[in-house]
């Protein structure tokens, strides 16, 4: 049974940092482009970060220069940094991990983790 386990989430004050990371039980993890989603209260969940599986990287505006997605195949697992944080991007983090191979699909998702950040 394929899981999708993140953590790292948390309380933070304005200004400050965490790191999110996923472990994920997954066949052939490095074939998976991995994305950083967030669903705030009463608002849809919209895409953070992804790094696909040859290494490139795309960012939300809200985030880009604060945020960075790295990922570790050896390991299995995909991490977000998190810096100079706003009481915006307080949300629940969920990792996803997507394949598709000739009209074939395979798309998982964590729990998520709540992040609030608040003085």
């Known amino acids: 049974q394929v899981q999708l386990v993140e953590s790292g989430g948390g309380l933070v004050q304005p200004g400050g940092s965490l790191r999110l990371s996923c472990g994920a039980s997954?066949?052939?993890?490095?074939?998976?482009?991995m994305t950083w989603y967030r669903q705030a209260p009463g608002r849809q969940r919209e895409v953070v970060a992804s790094m696909s599986r040859d290494g490139g990287t795309n960012y939300a505006d809200s985030v880009t220069g604060r945020f960075i997605i790295s990922r570790d195949n050896a390991k299995n697992t995909v991490s977000l940094q998190m810096n100079s944080l706003k009481p915006e991007d307080t949300a629940v983090y969920y990792c996803n991990a997507l394949r598709t191979l000739f009209g074939s699909k395979w798309d998982y998702w964590g729990q998520g983790t709540q992040v609030t950040v608040s003085s």
């Open positions: 997954l066949y052939n993890f490095a074939l998976y482009t």
